[in-house]
Nanobody, 127 residues
């Protein structure tokens, strides 16, 4: 069973920043890509950002482009989501996901591109 540990969520004022982190509790599998999605109350889960593990290729959702940055630390098997200029619309539960089945050259922006998911971390942007 793959468990992903997410951290870094919380309450922040509009315009502020947060950094989310995600790592597997144990590295016993191949990681081909990791991604972040979010889900606000009453809405579908939305793609935020993704990164391929070997080449570091990234993709960022249009709603957060220019404000959010995804990165990885191969040595720590950890992926980060740096979120700047946060808005109230960014309020959601943020989920980390990992692709373990095979390398993939697509955009990595679909739920089905991933094999395992974290439990989610709440991000609330409010004054």
């Amino acid at each position: 069973q793959v468990q992903l540990d997410e951290s870094g969520g919380g309450l922040v004022q509009p315009g502020g920043s947060l950094r989310l982190s995600c790592a597997p509790s144990r590295r016993t599998f191949s990681m081909y890509a990791m991604g972040w999605f979010r889900q606000a109350p009453g809405k579908e889960r939305e793609f935020v950002a993704a990164i391929s593990w070997s080449g570091g290729r990234t993709n960022t959702g249009s709603s957060v482009k220019g404000r959010f940055t995804i990165s990885r630390d191969n040595a720590k098997n950890t992926v980060y989501l740096q979120m700047n200029s946060l808005k109230s619309d960014d309020t959601a539960v943020y989920y980390c996901a990992v692709r373990t089945r095979a390398a993939y050259s697509g955009s990595l922006d679909r739920l089905g591109d991933y094999d395992y998911w974290g439990q989610g971390t709440q991000v609330t942007v409010s004054s």
